[in-house]
T-cell receptor
Framework: EPEVTQTPSHQVTQMGQEVILRCVPI?????FYWYRQILGQKVEFLVS????????KSEIFDDQFSVERPDGSNFTLKIRSTKLEDSAMYFC??????????????FGEGSRLTVL | AQKITQTQPGMFVQEKEAVTLDCTYD???????LFWYKQPSSGEMIFLIY??????QNATEGRYSLNFQKARKSANLVISASQLGDSAMYFC????????????FGTGTRLQVFP
């Protein structure tokens, strides 16, 4: 069964360093997303990406964050100058359609980021 | 007001019994989608079931069914014949309207299945 894959599964970084989290969405999907979950809290939307551009972003997704799809398969989240409060599980997701007709939205297994 | 409310922080159920996890939502949009996800202790988010606001029938996927009561704005997940492997955190989520792709998640319900 097709799945969303994420790397790395866990990354430890020093505060102030840059981090890139990678995702390979399901191959025929067109919409891509990043969510995060701070330990013990609910899952929060960060950004959605369609047709090679950001379609929506939350207030969390400030200038510290960026996304791109560099090669048509990978979908990356870059976090510049990490802060302690960026420590969280970051989930990539993809779907075939967008909006309320999205139907199934598939998540990857997550990348745990620990900022020291 | 919370968009997604899950009032049960924790639930217990005996193996082979059915259990209902509650979810209510708040939206003024006519078009929206409702999702349930399972998050085991390993952390991944597993899609379980989806219900569109215009779907006439309640969604079902194997042992999972969604009890969709539109007038009451509830979308409860029913798990039949619980298994030990069903022990996990369960999240209800909503996408509302045509102008957004984001999911709004509830705070989750931790389900524990005992023998």
């Amino acid at each position: 069964e097709p799945e969303v894959t994420q790397t790395p599964s866990h990354q430890v970084t020093q505060m102030g360093q840059e981090v890139i989290l990678r995702c390979v969405p399901i191959s025929n999907h067109l919409y891509f997303y990043w969510y995060r979950q701070i330990l013990g809290q609910k899952v929060e939307f960060l950004v959605s990406f369609y047709n090679n551009e950001i379609s929506e972003k939350s207030e969390i997704f400030d200038d510290q964050f960026s996304v791109e799809r560099p090669d048509g398969s990978n979908f990356t989240l870059k976090i510049r100058s990490t802060k302690l409060e960026d420590s969280a599980m970051y989930f990539c997701a993809s779907s075939l359609a967008g909006g309320p007709s999205t139907g199934e939205l598939f998540f990857g297994e997550g990348s745990r980021l620990t900022v020291l | 007001a919370q968009k997604i409310t899950q009032t049960q922080p924790g639930m217990f159920v005996q193996e082979k019994e059915a259990v209902t996890l509650d979810c209510t939502y708040d939206t003024s949009d006519q078009s929206y989608g409702l999702f349930w996800y399972k998050q085991p202790s390993s952390g991944e988010m597993i899609f379980l079931i989806y219900q569109g606001s215009y779907d006439e029938q309640n969604a079902t996927e194997g042992r999972y069914s969604l009890n969709f009561q539109k007038a009451r704005k509830s979308a409860n997940l029913v798990i039949s014949a619980s298994q030990l492997g069903d022990s996990a955190m369960y999240f209800c989520a909503m996408r509302e309207g045509y102008n957004t792709d984001k999911l709004i998640f509830g705070t989750g319900t931790r389900l524990q299945v005992f023998p």
